[in-house]
């Protein structure tokens, strides 16, 4: 069963600019999640998607948004980059085990430079 | 302020040697995961434990968690170089929030020398 892929890998992209990273999960997931990590705040939970609605939201600025499409892939994408954007952008395919535990499953990550 | 508090933040032992590392809140969780991260990568998801007073073993490791559901351990036993990585607990279901949402710790960086 394959796992969950990120793409791209690696992103340089100047300040001011917009950047679009992809997702696709588990094949039969159909929660999707993105975090944020970087060394000072750690793992951040930025929005989880869920039947093609954003259900989630965390503490981040409207520049950040998403999206999920029928086969449950997703899509972020932050716009206005500020040097302050450059991280590992993860994402997360879960299996939902009952109604209160997750179970999450992570991509390899993008890494993105703001320069 | 972190909801989940790990320690220690570092820790650097030698080849053969036990070692626990601490995930603590304040908070109840409906269940708590235990990932292992090397660098560049994803978390890789190690266990997932759901009731209070819960303990799983994966080879030489021991996961525990806690009887009121807000902390958990993570024990290694004769650790080896492979053991070496970024563990990060992560709690689900908190009370005040979505079972979809997980919280992760800040991680508690393991080197294992030979």
């Known amino acids: 069963k394959a796992g969950v892929t990120q793409t791209p890998r690696y992103l340089i992209k100047t300040r001011g600019q917009q950047v679009t990273l992809s997702c696709s999960p588990i094949?039969?997931?159909?929660?999707v999640s993105w975090y944020q990590q970087t060394p000072g705040q750690g793992l951040q939970f930025l929005f989880e998607y869920f039947s093609e609605t954003q259900r989630n939201k965390g503490n981040f600025p409207g520049r950040f948004s998403g999206r999920q499409f029928s086969n449950s892939r997703s899509e972020m994408n932050v716009s206005t980059l500020e040097l302050g954007d450059s991280a590992l952008y993860l994402c997360?395919?879960?299996?939902?085990?009952?109604?209160?535990?997750?179970?999450?499953?992570f991509g390899q990550g993008t890494r993105l430079t703001v320069v | 302020t972190q909801l989940l508090e790990q320690s220690p933040q570092f820790l650097s032992i030698q080849e053969g040697e036990n070692l626990t590392v601490y995930c603590n809140s304040s908070s109840v969780f409906s269940s708590l995961q235990w990932y292992r991260q090397e660098p560049g990568e994803g978390p890789v998801l190690l266990v997932t434990?759901?009731?209070?007073?819960e303990v799983k073993k994966l080879k030489r490791l021991t996961f525990q968690f806690g009887d009121a559901r807000k902390d958990s351990s993570l024990h290694i036993t004769a650790a080896q170089p492979g053991d070496t990585g970024l563990y990060l607990c992560a709690g689900a279901g908190r009370s005040s929030g979505s079972a979809r949402q997980l919280t992760f710790g800040s991680g508690t960086q393991l080197t294992v020398l030979p």
């Open positions: 434990v759901v009731t209070g007073g």
């Open positions: 997360a395919s879960s299996l939902i085990l009952g109604r209160t535990n997750t179970e999450a499953f």
């Open positions: 094949s039969g997931h159909r929660s």
